[in-house]
């Protein structure tokens, strides 16, 4: 089936830097979305994405759909210690089985004071 | 609060035992999902109800059952746990499926452990 190769698998880093991670596909998604899972919570959607090219922010992040439908990456401004957690993404296809969501497997973000 | 709620929240299990977990949404979403998350595999569906009165199964269906009760309720059963069901298992629904909005909102989850 569609599958999506997220990466890093995990981040380590120091209060205050950026933070990037992406996914891609092999197969072309319609709709892209990112998750954050707080430790011990359900997934909260973070940002959704419908078009191709669109980039979209939510406070101190930022994600982009990219053209060939088949990548999106986000981006953490300023990591502050509450970014801790795992971030998802998923995707869409339309024309997939019946419209369920795929997720990547995660980045498991680590922020040091 | 609005949204979906798990129960149990935690459950210990013997081999062989079964037990039902629970699901419910007040949010008035027609579809709603059943996933499993393991360490370094993320979230793989399980089984799923594009509405009331229809269950599919998802990437892992064996070994579970479902059953929606009705436009709220969506359960998930072990009819008889094995170690490999050791997981967190998250409930989730939308609005409805295939249409926008495409977010899911997810449940708080249920820590299961088989022995």
């Known amino acids: 089936g569609q599958q999506l190769n997220q990466s890093p698998q995990s981040m380590f880093i120091q209060e205050g830097e950026d933070v990037s991670m992406n996914c891609t596909s092999s197969s072309i998604f319609n709709t892209w979305l990112w998750y954050k899972q707080d430790p011990g919570e359900g997934p909260v959607l973070l940002i959704a994405l419908y078009k191709a090219g669109e980039l979209t922010s939510n406070g101190r992040l930022t994600a982009q759909f990219g053209i060939t439908r088949k990548d999106s990456f986000l981006n953490i401004s300023a990591s502050i210690p509450s970014d801790v957690g795992i971030y998802f993404c998923?995707?869409?296809?339309?024309?997939?089985?019946?419209?369920?969501?795929?997720f990547g497997k995660g980045t498991k973000l680590s922020v040091k004071p | 609060n609005a949204g979906v709620t798990q129960t149990p929240k935690f459950q210990v299990l013997k081999t062989g035992q079964s037990m039902t977990l629970q699901c419910a949404q007040d949010?008035?979403?027609?579809?709603m999902y059943w996933y499993r998350q393991d360490p370094g595999m993320g979230l793989r569906l399980i089984y799923y109800s594009a509405s009331e009165g229809t269950t599919d199964k998802g990437e892992v269906p064996n070994g579970y059952n479902v059953s929606r009760l009705n436009k709220r309720e969506f359960s998930l059963r072990l009819e008889s746990a094995a170690p490999s069901q050791t997981s967190v298992y998250f409930c989730a629904s939308s609005p409805r499926m295939g249409s926008s909005p495409y977010g899911y909102t997810f449940g708080s989850g249920t820590r299961l452990t088989v022995v």
């Open positions: 949010m008035n979403h027609n579809s």
């Open positions: 998923a995707g869409l296809n339309y024309g997939g089985s019946q419209g369920n969501l795929i």
